[in-house]
């Protein structure tokens, strides 16, 4: 089986769940304290994902950059030689779905050919949702990308997700 590394970049506003997305995917672990991210980290995960010719290996290295405000904080050499993006927004912030486009824009002016998700987090925040998910449909269908409502603290919809982006990577 052939086994191929794809570096994936979590994007979005301070504090909406990047860190504890990747927490959840690579480690299934979930911590209820903000996680601040300070400068890059990197986690590696492996998986097989199917195809016709039968599987292959992928191992995705998940970036989790540095909460920012504004994405043109982080220095693009970061970015460089991304294959997939996760965009994620928080339910609870209407301004965090909002902000994607621009943390798109940004990204596009660096890899116009990575691979686009988005995760719409903290979905088991029902009564404190500023979001409807046909909201995040209207945000993803605008930018060609499926969309995944999810949650780091349950783990809902994370694999999914994941599993989604792994088969855009090795197509």
Known sequence: MTTINKKVCLLGDFAVGKTSLVRRFVYNTFDDKHLSSI??????????????????GLTMMLWDLA?????????????RGTAGV???????????????QTHLEDLQQTCPEAKVIVAANKADLMSQQEISPADVAEVAAGFNAPYYLTSAKSGHGIEA????LARLLVD
Not at 86 to 100: E, P, S
């Open 86 to 100: 996760v965009l994620v927004c928080d339910l609870t912030q209407a301004r965090t779905l909002f902000n994607l």
């Open 67 to 79: 909460d920012s405000e504004r994405f043109d904080q982080i220095e693009s050499s970061y970015i």
């Open 39 to 56: 400068g890059v980290k990197v986690s590696r995960k492996t998986m097989q994902v199917s195809q016709i010719n039968g599987l292959t």
């Open 161 to 164: 997700l994941f599993r989604h």
